[in-house]
């Protein structure tokens, strides 16, 4: 099975701190990113923009412009949602990945992304979506696997879309088992029901927004 890992590109050679901008406005002439990585001896010190680079003066280092570099990345250890994330704050069609060590991998492209996103059983399978919430102290992800799995659900997906210091929203996509049962053992476990939606409703949705932040992000 793919994992967004899978997708890190190396195609293109992060750019050296010491490298002309005048050179660099050539490498962005040829290429589609909106921003792109820059290392200074070997480490990751934040992106440069495409738009930015255009007004630099032909002559000067990419270094005398530091003070512009934008410093959003992603960890090799994000899910997928947590990486369109960066995407979506940082409007970029490129976001570089480093591992734990801060290492610099090589890049993510937003087209990859998406692409992924689409695949996954999240959107792919036929299923209803449920938003439940509880306390941040109290909710508890196994125990809200083992309340689908006990009323024959097929987990399709969860992902933590709302959280504050008081409570965490929670957004579950099951496949299979019967919907109301699955509400109603929620309840008892003093989850409370932010929303049910049918795949037709929800789903369609969330595509809609995702193709267009595609095709925003690559205006």
Not at 3 to 30: M, P, R, S, V, W
Not at 205 to 212: F, P
Request: proline share 1%; hydrophobic share 40%.
């Amino acid at each position: 099975m793919t994992e967004i890992i899978d997708y890190i590109n190396n195609d293109d050679k992060a750019i050296d701190g010491q490298q002309t901008i005048e050179a660099l406005q050539e490498f962005f002439i040829d290429v589609p990113y909106s921003h792109f990585a820059v290392l200074n001896e070997g480490t990751y010190i934040g992106c440069i923009a495409a738009a930015d680079v255009e007004t630099f003066d032909t002559d000067k280092k990419v270094m005398d412009y530091k003070y512009a570099l934008e410093g959003f990345f992603a960890r090799d250890t994000m899910i997928w949602l947590d990486v369109l994330e960066v995407f979506a704050k940082n409007h970029t069609n490129i976001v570089p990945v480093l591992n734990q060590e801060n290492a610099y991998l090589g890049y993510y492209e937003l087209e990859d992304i998406v692409k992924f996103f689409h695949e996954t059983p999240f959107l792919k399978e036929q299923g209803g979506i449920i938003v439940v919430k509880k306390s941040a102290s109290e909710y508890s992800m196994s125990q809200i696997t083992q309340i689908i799995e006990s009323n024959n659900g097929k987990l399709l997906g969860l992902f933590i879309s709302e959280a504050d210091l008081e409570s965490v929203q929670v957004t579950i996509k099951i496949a299979l088992g019967g919907m109301n049962d699955i509400i109603q053992t929620f309840r008892r476990y003093n989850y409370e029901i932010v929303s049910e939606h049918n795949e037709d409703n929800y789903l369609n949705n969330l595509k809609e927004r995702s193709e267009y932040l595609d095709k925003y992000l690559n205006m």
